[in-house]
């Protein structure tokens, strides 16, 4: 067949992902999921092949078969050929390690603005004396100890060989660079410090949307740290971080940091605040928690903006209608968002809100108070300005409680007049507002105000008749 006009090559359209084979075992890969071809030319494979391993290539189907007995570290790569031109993959490793009889992670307390340890765990079949490990690609301060005895015994660290993006180091240059990192990351936030946080949001929404282009089928969803990974989900810029230990064991303890939940926090206006709860790691329990002004604890809201997949697995069954993404829903009772009230002034009003985050990755809440300028003891003769929210239509109605009472139209004598009402404003717009007066007659409060200056009047004309 001869093709007319310019050929289009195949392209590589997706990077081939490191992979992780147990011994005397084999795995498979859909090579087309990986090529492309614009014209839909029928294109043939073929593999580089290292020494230990054999890569046999039916149709686009490529079975990569270790020999048998061999553990350790290969590297590999294919290319597509539709008959004119050639695409050739990115080179990937493979990693053939022992069998293991299991694999266990526990995550410690997670809080934000904390890092978080772990704990992993890999048993073998029977001893070895070449083991590897996968951790987070931003897992440090490690700490690797073998069973002997059913005592757990470091590790010595020239036994150990870290391999980041198909680079060996040892683990001292490993930590070097992720401290180096830290500090990096540290001086980063700093800076963002001064910054307001919608212009942080703004920067990191740049970020996420360079991090886009430059991987397209990168998914951006945060990943947990897998027990047991056969392929991981990782890209050419960055992946899984893979412990190899030459020493003999039958069972590897390795003890880690991954980086702190992050808590991005924005006043939305007195009585709101946004908080939202993010990381690029995996997490559950995550405990946050916020400063607020002093206000009664009846009178704090928890809010959660919450997709439909979280809904149905922590509030209800119910289906959202066509088009919503997110939900607002109080979860202030909710018992396993566990809300706490902290007293830290000692002056019976609360001034922080802790609360548990299900899980990462971006979870954002909405503090709301209803009251937050309460003032038990208002200065005498001063005005007294009470802020609250409402929501939806209805009567308020506002009263004097405790033996405060406010003037009276027709005044009576025999009571102190506390207080005075002057105005309630919505939105910078005065309200209309009806007077209930001492003998249950309703006024307009422009009226109230009017026989209340005659009655002031009628008072001061009365005394000075008094006096002569």
């Avoid at 030319?41 to 079975?63: F, Q, W």
């Avoid at 919450?306 to 009772?333: K, L, M, P």
């Avoid at 239509?393 to 027709?410: D, F, K, R, S, V």
Wanted: charged residues 25%; proline residues 4%.
């Amino acid at each position: 067949m001869i093709k007319q006009g310019a050929n289009s090559k195949p392209l590589l359209s997706k990077n081939f992902t490191d992979i992780i084979i147990q011994k005397n075992a084999n795995i498979s890969i859909e090579l087309w999921n990986y090529f492309t071809d614009a014209e839909g030319d029928a294109m043939s494979y073929k593999a580089y092949i290292p020494d230990n391993l054999s890569v046999v290539i039916d149709g686009s189907l490529a079975h990569i078969v270790p020999e048998r007995g061999f553990t350790g570290i290969r590297y590999l790569y294919f290319t597509a050929n539709d008959s004119l031109e050639i695409a050739v993959s990115n080179v990937f490793m493979v990693n053939i390690t022992e069998t293991s009889a299991g694999i266990s992670l526990m995550q410690g307390i997670a809080e934000i603005n904390k890092p978080v340890k772990w704990k992993k765990s890999l048993k073998l079949e029977s001893l070895s004396s070449n083991v590897s490990i996968e951790l987070p690609w931003d897992a440090y301060n490690l700490s690797l100890h073998k069973d002997v005895g059913g005592l757990e015994e470091d590790i010595p660290e020239n036994k150990v060989r870290v391999i980041v993006n198909r680079t060996e180091k040892s683990l001292a240059e490993y930590e070097l660079e992720k401290i180096t990192e830290q500090l990096k990351k540290s001086g980063k936030s700093e800076k963002e410090e001064t910054k307001s946080p919608s212009s942080i949001q703004a920067e990191d929404k740049e970020d996420k949307d360079a991090k886009d282009k430059s991987k397209k089928d990168k998914d951006e969803k945060a990943e947990e740290p897998s027990e047991e990974v056969i392929i991981n989900d990782t890209s050419q810029e960055i992946g899984n971080a893979t412990i190899i230990v030459n020493d003999s064991l039958s069972e590897i303890i390795v003890e880690y940091q991954t980086p702190p939940p992050d808590a991005i926090e924005s006043v939305i206006d007195y009585a709101n605040k946004q908080v939202i709860i993010s990381s690029d790691i995996y997490y559950e329990s995550i405990l946050a928690y916020t400063q607020i002004s002093d206000a009664p604890k009846d009178s704090i809201r928890l809010y959660w903006y919450v997709n439909e997949i979280d809904y149905n697995a922590y509030i209800s069954s119910e289906n959202f209608t066509v088009g919503e993404t997110f939900r607002r829903v109080e979860v202030t009772h909710t018992p396993i968002f566990n809300v706490s009230y902290i007293d830290n002034n000692n002056n019976s009003l609360i001034d922080r809100l802790e609360w548990i985050v299900p899980h990462t990755s971006n979870q954002t809440f909405e503090i709301s108070i209803t009251v937050l300028n309460v003032q038990s003891y208002p200065t005498v003769g001063g005005n007294w300005t009470v802020r609250f929210n409402t929501t939806g239509a209805g009567n308020l109605t506002i009263m004097a409680i405790n033996g405060t009472t406010y003037t009276e139209i027709p005044d009576d004598v025999s009571t102190t007049n506390d207080l005075e009402y002057l105005e309630t404003i919505c939105n910078d717009v005065i309200l209309n507002t009806t007077i209930v007066c001492n003998n249950d007659t309703q006024m307009p409060y422009e009226v109230y105000k009017i026989k209340r200056r005659i009655e002031e009047i009628e008072k001061r004309l009365a005394k000075l008749n008094e006096t002569g």
